[in-house]
């Protein structure tokens, strides 16, 4: 969470000349605010949506932006197994602004809520790495182009 998937994401996208898709994105269009369906409908309902958007848009040529829980689910990290995966990481110092004020629902407490999320999703967004920027210090823009120039290489 708070990484820059989308707006790194987008630029990629744009700098390769492929579509851009966000399920964060597709959800809401699709089912309403991320917050109302977890007070409403519960987080399982949430990542069924996401697992959906997610098979939906993966093995496509494009760039798609994932929510930071969408690898939790088994069927979803198949899916990831067989694509290139960009791990985009940031540091607590530097996500702790980024979040200030937000209205994630996962994130009652704050940065403590981030730290506890991330330890234990951490193995898997390594385990389904193909390469990994940080993003706490760079420019969206420079990210964005060592990512492009990175995918060019495999393509």
Same mark, same amino acid.
């Given at each position: ?40 409908? =519960? %987080?399982?309902?949430?990542?069924? $949506? ?8 993966? =093995? ?6 994932? =929510? =930071?829980?969408?690898? @939790? ?13 960009? $791990?985009?990481?940031?540091?607590? %110092? ?17 940065? /403590?809520?981030?730290? *506890?999320?991330?330890? /234990? *999703?951490?193995?898997? $967004?390594?385990? @389904? ?13 420079? @990210? ?12």
């Amino acid at each position: 969470m708070a990484a820059g998937k989308s707006k790194i994401g987008r630029r990629v996208a744009r700098h390769l000349g492929v579509p851009f898709t966000d399920t964060d994105r597709m959800i809401v269009s699709e089912h309403g605010p991320i917050p109302a369906i977890f007070e409403s409908e =519960g %987080e399982d309902a949430f990542r069924a $949506y996401e697992r959906a958007a997610v098979a939906r848009s993966v =093995g496509k040529r494009s760039v798609v932006s994932l =929510g =930071g829980g969408a690898v @939790l689910h088994p069927d979803t990290a198949t899916l990831l197994e067989s694509a290139t995966v960009v $791990y985009l990481t940031v540091s607590a %110092e530097v996500v702790r602004s980024r979040i200030a004020g937000s209205n994630r629902p996962l994130l009652t407490d704050g940065i /403590e809520s981030w730290e *506890r999320i991330f330890a /234990e *999703r951490r193995p898997t $967004y390594e385990r @389904l790495a193909t390469a990994t920027w940080d993003t706490s210090r760079l420019p969206i823009s420079r @990210l964005a182009d060592e990512i492009a120039d990175w995918a060019r290489g495999r393509i």
